[in-house]
């Protein structure tokens, strides 16, 4: 009797062992279908495995290592390691790893990084968005979009179109708009800065064209939009131009705008165009007024200039084609908006 009581504990003791080792196996892989065709059933929200594997959709409550899903990967918890899915990744806590999704991550704040062929929105502070379309967060040290970039605060912002931000400490770039309360380094053709720097004024060229230009910018990097009127071919053309520009400040009145910008001339029968680099000397006569003055260089294909005619730093042409770099002049009236 002694004898079979001490087997069957034995064999209980061994059995409970084989359990207990079996569970932590069985709760680090969770394979499946849609929740809850998977091996972890209806309790996959409150399991964290380090793989899982859905054909479909899967759940689980924390990622420690890969999650792969068809379609929609969910999690109760927060991400760790890698997340991947078709469409749709959402984290309901923190997001320190990796989000990969064919539209739309979500995650409410981590220091991870959202990569989704749409949009990526994270409530809190995060670290690396890059949307096909467009991305969201409080705070984000890098964020990348095909069109629109919003966030409260942010280190660097690049965007298609758009950037939108409280305070940014690096760059913003955006093919078109910048909007921030504080940023010194946007760079766009319109960048609408709390408190930066808005300046409206008439600007002449040695071409004798004229120009209404609107700059807008930060402390140091700025855009240019202009649009006026030129000389072609014995007529009047309407012109225009857009670039960016960069200050440096000499003393209290006096700086140099550098600026690198495309003008156009057209009439809507013909088009030509030049590229120009310029440094602008400024002297602010008052706080709100400001004269330039300064030379540049352009790329003509022929001289157009009233000052610098068939005078010309570098000229090449063969039958097909004819480029030259030329001397050139602006100067101009600025008055602060």
């Known amino acids: 009797m002694l004898f079979k009581n001490k087997c069957l504990l034995a064999l209980l003791s061994i059995t409970t062992t084989y359990c207990i080792a079996q569970e932590p196996v069985a709760n680090n892989v969770h394979l499946g279908l849609i929740t809850p065709i998977s091996t972890q059933g209806r309790q996959a929200r409150d399991i964290s495995p380090s793989f899982a ?70 409530q809190g502070n995060g670290f690396i968005q890059i949307g096909g379309l467009s991305n969201y967060s409080s705070y984000e040290l890098l964020q990348v979009a095909g069109l629109a970039n919003i966030g409260k605060n942010a280190d660097v912002q690049i965007a298609g179109l758009i950037n939108v931000a409280s305070s940014v400490k690096g760059v913003q770039i955006a093919g078109l708009i910048n909007i921030a309360d504080s940023s010194d380094y946007p760079i766009g053709f319109l960048n609408i800065i709390k408190n930066g720097e808005k300046q409206i004024g008439v600007q002449v060229y040695d071409d004798a064209s004229a120009n209404v230009v609107l700059r807008t910018g930060g402390r140091k990097t700025y855009g240019i939009l202009g649009a006026g009127a030129g000389s072609e071919l014995s007529k009047t053309v309407f012109q225009m131009e857009a670039g960016i520009g960069y200050r440096i400040p000499l003393s209290q009145k006096l700086r140099i705008n550098a600026e690198a910008v495309s003008i156009a001339k057209t009439d809507f029968t013909f088009y030509k165009h030049t590229e120009s680099l310029r440094a602008l000397l400024g002297y602010k006569i008052t706080p709100a007024i400001e004269v330039t003055l300064g030379p540049s260089i352009n790329t003509y294909k022929y001289s157009d200039s009233k000052l610098f005619s068939n005078n010309y730093i570098w000229k090449y042409r063969d039958d097909e084609y004819s480029f030259a770099l030329t001397l050139g002049a602006t100067a101009g009236v600025h008055f602060n908006l």
Do not use: D, F, P, R
């Open 53 to 122: 594997l859905h054909a479909l959709q899967g759940v689980n409550y924390n990622n420690k290592g890969a999650a792969i899903a068809g379609i929609y990967t969910k999690l109760y918890g927060s991400n760790k390691g890698v997340l991947i899915s078709g469409l749709v990744n959402q984290v309901n806590g923190s997001n320190k790893g990796v989000s990969i999704a064919g539209l739309y991550n979500g995650a409410e704040n981590g220091l991870g990084i959202q990569i989704a062929g749409l949009h990526n929105q994270k």
